[in-house]
Structure formats: structure tokens, C-alpha cells
């Protein structure tokens, strides 16, 4: 916790210069529409919130959610001329986000620096609707180069890493897990994981909507 309120007043603020093509892959990966509601897992500073809002419109919900009590801080201030947005302080490995309450989510390095990755990600999709896409970018280190087990080590003193595979935990989840790009960097990854069969009927639903 002290490691994110402290990053929240230091690097964070240089980090939100750069996030703005990931935001719009996001977005658009996603193809949100007006009236959908959406949810930012470990938000952090409220970075992504601009354009989830502006996706989504007056009619929209978007729910933002940081474990980091700074983080939130900013995030609400940054956030509070918009009547649609909420900004909550929750631990997303144990907090019950609404039962498919939501028609998108997103979470950009938020997932792999938790510290029960598969309950983080059990509690996402249960939040989605039938045929609900998460939009995932993530450190992803299974690799078994010398850089690969220098950054484990790394991650795992500086935020606690536990090593799991965050790919691994979204396809035992999700029935689909689907790479944005051709191919994969090292040490990230990013994916849209569609929650295809609504659980509690395990029924088939409409296929989700991609960015063409």
C-alpha cells in the first residue's frame, strides 16, 4: 500500500504523460458505446477515466477502483465534474464489484501486482454481462531469459510479485482470450478476454463487439 500512495505523488504524475495511446487502444479494442458501463480495475491517478467518459457518454457509467488510498485521492479529485463517473477504494482480489453489472472493463498493469491474481480476476468477470470484454495490459514474465528472471526478482521486491501468469488465471476464466497484437513483447502482453456463457445458466450469449 505505501508503495502505490508514494508512487501516486511521484512517478505516476510523469506516467500519465505517456498513457494515452494505451488508453485509446483501450478504448477502442473495447468499442464502447454510448450508455454502456464500464469498470477500471486499479485505476490508479484516474488516467484512462477521460477517455472511458467520453466513450460512453452522459448516459454511461464508468466505476473506477485503486486499492491505493493517494491514488484514489487523485483519481476523485481529477474525476469529480462528471456526474457518471465513481471513484472506489477497494482491494479488487476480494471486493464483490455487482454481478454482471458492467458491459466492459478494462485493467492496464493492474492485475500481476495483486496478491491473489485468480481472485482478482474471478471477481472481473463476474461483474461482466453476458458477452462482457476485459481489456487487459499486464507485465507478463514466463519467459526463461536472463532478463525475464532478473525482472521476477525485481517485481517481486519492489510490488510483491507473485509469478503468476496473468494469461493463464484470464483462461481459466474467460472462454475467450483473445492477443491484440500479432506478437507479444517479452515482458507484457495484452489481451481482450470475452466472457462468452453467461455463468449462472452457462447459456451461449451474443459474441462481443471488436474494433475493426
Given at each position: ?210 474494433a475493426g
Open positions: 500500500m505505501q508503495l502505490w500512495d508514494f508512487a501516486a505523488l511521484t512517478y505516476y504524475r510523469v506516467l500519465d504523460r505517456f498513457t494515452g495511446p494505451l488508453n485509446r487502444l483501450a478504448v477502442k479494442t473495447l468499442a464502447l458505446r454510448p450508455g454502456d458501463a464500464v469498470l477500471d480495475i486499479g485505476c490508479g491517478t484516474g488516467a484512462l477515466v477521460p477517455a472511458l467518459v467520453e466513450a460512453v457518454g452522459p448516459q454511461g457509467r464508468v466505476v473506477a477502483m485503486d486499492f491505493s488510498t493517494r491514488m484514489v485521492a487523485i483519481a476523485g479529485k481529477r474525476t469529480e465534474k462528471w456526474p457518471n463517473v465513481e471513484v472506489r477504494h477497494a482491494n479488487a482480489c476480494t471486493t464483490d464489484h455487482g454481478a454482471g453489472q458492467f458491459d466492459a472493463a478494462v485493467a492496464l498493469g493492474a492485475f500481476s501486482a495483486m496478491p491473489d491474481v485468480p481472485a482478482a480476476v474471478a471477481n472481473a468477470a463476474a461483474a461482466l454481462k453476458p458477452g462482457g470484454r476485459l481489456f487487459v495490459f499486464d507485465v507478463r514474465l514466463t519467459g526463461r531469459t536472463r532478463v525475464t528472471r532478473m525482472l521476477r526478482t525485481a517485481y517481486r521486491l519492489v510490488a510483491g510479485f507473485t509469478g503468476a501468469d496473468v494469461v493463464a488465471e484470464l483462461r481459466k476464466v474467460f472462454e475467450r482470450v483473445e492477443p491484440v497484437f500479432a506478437a507479444e513483447g517479452e515482458t507484457t502482453t495484452t489481451v481482450v478476454a470475452t466472457k462468452v456463457t453467461d455463468t449462472a445458466t452457462r447459456s451461449p450469449c451474443t459474441p462481443s463487439r471488436f
